[in-house]
């Protein structure tokens, strides 16, 4: 049933590569109350547009910031509680960078609105699964691109004091693709030299994408 109610609504869309988002939440009770009995979940989908920037945007590099990762326990569930993210987003907006990269006792987690990778002596490293991130199809596929680009692949913290000895940073997301990040806090990554692994990793994650 999700399969036709989702080919129904991209078919109503001119474009081509299209992001589609679907929400469900418990419903709408009768009265103000944080317990239920059954109630009919309510299902909002929607699409847009997905235009992707170009591999030649995306090499003049981006910036980012990090801040402390003040949100709750359990960052693998998809929920509609995200606060937190939302003012990281913001904040992020409104100092004209990318991201948010956060960090929990010393250890980088992931972005406010993405999973981030370091690139350090042909090792890809991003933070394992679990309850502090998040994880999802975009970054599986990064990390078999990495590893069909012959660099290992360790999913192991990594702290703000490794990226800054790092050969590349990259955040990843469904609409962002692979992005590189040259400019962390205000300082370059790997002196601004985006690592020619990062072309390798996004050229075949092209291919998984569009097979």
């Known amino acids: 049933e999700w399969q036709s109610i989702l080919t ?5 869309s001119s474009a081509l590569d299209q992001s589609l988002y679907l929400q469900i939440t418990r419903g709408a009770d009768t009265q103000r109350k944080h317990n239920f009995d059954t109630l009919t979940p309510t299902v909002y989908i929607e699409t847009s547009p997905l235009i992707a920037k170009t591999k030649s945007q995306l090499e003049n590099g981006f910036s980012a910031m990090t801040r402390e990762d003040i949100r ?32 929990r006792n010393h250890q980088i987690t992931e972005g406010a609105t993405s999973n981030v990778f370091m690139l350090k002596d042909n090792t890809l490293f991003t933070h394992p699964t679990g309850p502090n991130i998040l994880s999802g199809i ?3 596929l990064v990390i078999s691109s990495a590893k069909a680009c012959k660099l290992n692949v360790q999913e192991t913290p990594f702290s703000l004091d490794d990226i800054q000895q790092a050969d590349g940073l990259w955040i990843s997301s469904s609409t962002r693709e692979i992005m590189p990040i040259t400019l962390l806090d205000d300082q370059p990554i790997n002196q601004g030299v985006i690592h020619p692994a990062w072309s ?5 994650y092209q291919q998984l994408k569009n097979d």
């Open 8 to 12: 129904k609504l991209s078919g109503l």
């Open 72 to 103: 709750w326990h359990r960052c693998d569930i998809k929920a509609t509680s995200l606060l937190a993210n939302i003012l990281y987003a913001q904040e992020a907006k409104q100092h004209q960078v990318e991201e948010m990269i956060l960090s």
């Open 138 to 140: 975009t970054r599986d």
């Open 200 to 204: 390798c990793v996004f050229d075949y």
